[in-house]
């Protein structure tokens, strides 16, 4: 399949230079050593912890999940792969990519958090983990059409954050809204509304993504 050969051609082109990688790691150590470090020895509440959890997942995001498009405008490669690929092979070959960027970051975070804020307590880890499922599932159709957006724009760097933040935004608050159920200890029978929202908010982008990224993608 060419979307699996487009997605290996990435992953290998990131092993190589680990552009993403490093100012992933570089921005998830940075900024929770702010927030340790601005805490103190001060406790926060559980609510303040869970929000903060995905401050931290959403800027961490910003700071490298864009090069999946951008990189190859740098290079010059975006006409021949409109040659050689339909959009939709093109979309699926980076949207997977993302993904395990994505899902591999994020985990990596949640690790990380779970074991420096002692606040962060799940009392329900199975709505935690399918919210969290659910919410770097979202996290990552976003970004890919995002960032497909902003690869044709002139000043990439500074679009991305300000064109994510309007889109991601619902997404981002229902998913603080579960993780602190989870916390809390809230049953699946009450988090269902906001389950619903999250799983509606993936689905749709999703469409919306394949429908314009042809449109995208040509321009």
């Given at each position: ?77 975006s006409l021949t792969l409109q040659l050689i690929a339909a959009p939709s092979t093109v979309f699926s070959g980076k949207l997977l990519f993302n993904l ?70 619902p997404l981002i608050l229902t998913s603080v809204q579960l993780t602190l159920f989870a916390m809390n200890g809230t049953s699946f029978e009450t988090a ?28």
């Amino acid at each position: 399949m060419k979307s699996l050969a487009l997605f290996k051609k990435d992953l290998n082109s990131e092993l190589r230079t680990r552009y993403a990688i490093n100012a992933l790691a570089m921005f998830i150590i940075v900024t929770l050593s702010i927030i340790l470090f601005s805490i103190g020895n001060e406790r926060i509440s559980q609510s303040l912890t869970g929000g903060l959890f995905w401050v931290v997942i959403f800027f961490t995001s910003m700071s490298g999940l864009s090069r999946v498009f951008v990189s190859e405008e740098e290079r010059g490669t975006s006409l021949t792969l409109q040659l050689i690929a339909a959009p939709s092979t093109v979309f699926s070959g980076k949207l997977l990519f993302n993904l395990i960027l994505v899902f591999a970051m994020n985990t990596i975070i949640a690790i990380l958090y779970s074991a420096l804020f002692e606040a962060f307590v799940l009392r329900n880890f199975a709505l935690f983990l399918v919210s969290f499922i659910l919410g770097n599932i979202g996290l990552a159709f976003a970004s890919t059409i995002i960032a497909a957006i902003i690869s044709k724009a002139g000043a990439k760097g500074t679009l991305y954050p300000v064109l994510s933040f309007p889109i991601l935004l619902p997404l981002i608050l229902t998913s603080v809204q579960l993780t602190l159920f989870a916390m809390n200890g809230t049953s699946f029978e009450t988090a269902k509304f906001e389950l619903a929202i999250v799983v509606c908010y993936d689905v749709i982008i999703l469409t919306v993504s394949y429908m314009l990224f042809d449109f995208i993608w040509k321009e």
